[in-house]
């Protein structure tokens, strides 16, 4: 069950590197190009104080060069700062998007967990029923061993009741006889 969280894991600190890996330098550039801009419009404004103190052209040629850098800073700080903006507010959606997914790895878990201890319950009773149907089985087999017995039993008594029958039958034939005779005894001698 570990393994499928480390390789959730594994994926999503993988692609965050892959998207964060192209942008890691451009904080620093920005840092180090609002200071070189500072720096400029520092050397500028003293520029510009020289040059209204001398009034000479050869400071307004260079005041000019100043300002078309200081323009392109400018320009190249605003592209910098909105990079910056568009960066941040993607990181903002990709960490939203983290959480996200971390959401449902908890989410996950919890249905493993659920589905663990589901199996668990299930695991033990199915042990459980097979326990019974064990007693069972021994139980039925005893039982069947018993009529088995049984039936022999009767069987044998069945036997032993025609026999039973048989040798009554056949004294009180000898008997049936046994008083004809006498009755034709007494017959004979009463005629």
């Known amino acids: 069950m570990e393994y499928w969280k480390n390789h959730v894991r594994s994926r999503l600190h993988q692609r965050d590197q892959a998207e964060k890996l192209p942008y890691v330098g451009v904080f620093t550039s920005l840092s180090q190009l609002e200071e070189r801009f500072e720096i400029r419009t520092q050397i500028l404004d003293d520029v510009q104080l020289k040059s209204s ?7 307004g ?42 959401s449902r790895v908890v989410q996950y878990r919890q249905e493993a ?30 039982l069947r061993a018993e ?5 022999e039993t009767l069987a044998q008594a069945l036997r032993e009741k025609e026999e039973l029958l048989q040798r009554w039958m056949e004294e009180k034939r000898e008997e049936a006889e046994r008083l004809n005779k006498y009755n034709d005894a007494q017959e004979r001698f009463v005629l």
Not at 75 to 101: I, P, R
Not at 113 to 129: H, I, M, P, S
Not at 147 to 151: N, P, S
């Open 53 to 59: 103190e001398r009034g000479g052209v050869e400071s």
């Open 61 to 102: 040629q260079n005041t000019r060069v100043l300002l078309l850098q200081l323009r392109e800073t400018e320009h190249l700080a605003e592209k910098l700062s909105q990079t910056v903006s568009d960066l941040s507010a993607v990181l903002y959606l990709k960490e939203a998007e983290l959480q996200f997914w971390q």
């Open 113 to 142: 967990l659920t589905l663990a201890k589901g199996r668990n319950t299930v695991k033990w009773t199915l042990l459980d029923v097979e326990f019974t149907l064990e007693c069972q089985t021994k139980e039925l087999a005893a």
């Open 147 to 151: 009529q088995e017995r049984l039936k």
